[in-house]
């Protein structure tokens, strides 16, 4: 069974402009997960998505939005990009099913804003 | 409330050594416990996982004890090798399961075993 997929796998963008990251599941999976990965915050949770709805939000600005599609396929999106945006953001999946909690990460997307 | 914290932040180890990590929380209401690897490059793969309602599990090399009244919980990985070598995180999880999926992060050992 196929892992999760991220896209792209390295992106560079200016401060003020718009980024859309990707993320296709595990088959099977309905759960998705982003975090963003920095060497002094370390992994912070961004938000879950769930059957097409936000089910957990963690704290960061409004600038950080996503949605989920019908086939589970997810997107983040960051508008307005600062500096302290580049980051590694990873996505997670998982099945939801009475207490199964596993989350699979994809291999991340490198995000440097200049 | 919601913070895990880990140690050592680094940690050096001899082939064929134990690897001990540490994690501590405060919110009882985390209900499920993973370890993650990760190696440069990639994403964290999941290692290990355990429950509050066992006290330790062992997946080959790898053991997790927890200590509920503690509100600790290790990672043991026993004969160490260099492929070992990489970051570990804890995790935990809250109970709800139908409330989504929230892990929250502790804040990464660096593990190199020595050959």
């Known amino acids: 069974k196929a892992g999760v997929t991220q896209t792209p796998r390295y992106l560079i963008k200016t401060r003020g402009q718009q980024v859309t990251l990707s993320c296709s599941p595990i088959?099977?999976?309905?759960?998705v997960s982003w975090y963003q990965q920095t060497p002094g915050q370390g992994l912070q949770f961004l938000f879950e998505?769930?059957?097409?709805?936000?089910?957990n939000k963690g704290n960061f600005p409004g600038r950080f939005s996503g949605r989920q599609f019908s086939n589970s396929r997810s997107e983040m999106n960051v508008s307005t990009l600062e500096l302290g945006d580049s980051a590694l953001y990873l996505c997670?999946?998982?099945?939801?099913?009475?207490?199964?909690?596993?989350?699979?990460f994809g291999p991340g997307t490198r995000l440097t804003v200049t | 409330q919601q913070q895990v914290k880990q140690s050592p932040q680094s940690l050096i180890v001899q082939k064929g050594g134990i690897s001990i990590i540490n994690c501590a929380y405060e919110?009882?209401?985390?209900?499920?416990f993973p370890w993650y690897q990760q190696f440069p490059g990639k994403g964290p793969a999941l290692l290990i996982a355990?429950?509050?309602?066992?006290s330790e599990k062992k997946e080959g090399r790898f053991t997790i004890s927890f200590n509920k009244s503690a509100k600790q919980f290790s990672l043991h990985i026993m004969d160490s090798q260099p492929g070992d070598s990489a970051t570990y995180f804890c995790?935990?999880?809250?109970?709800?399961?139908?409330?989504?999926?929230?892990?929250?992060f502790g804040g990464g050992t660096r593990l190199m075993v020595k050959p």
């Open positions: 997670a999946s998982s099945l939801v099913l009475a207490r199964t909690y596993e989350q699979y």
């Open positions: 088959s099977g999976h309905r759960s």
């Open positions: 998505y769930f059957s097409e709805t936000q089910r």
């Open positions: 919110n009882t209401a985390f209900d499920y």
């Open positions: 355990i429950r509050p309602d066992v």
């Open positions: 995790a935990a999880s809250l109970k709800n399961n139908n409330a989504g999926n929230m892990l929250t």
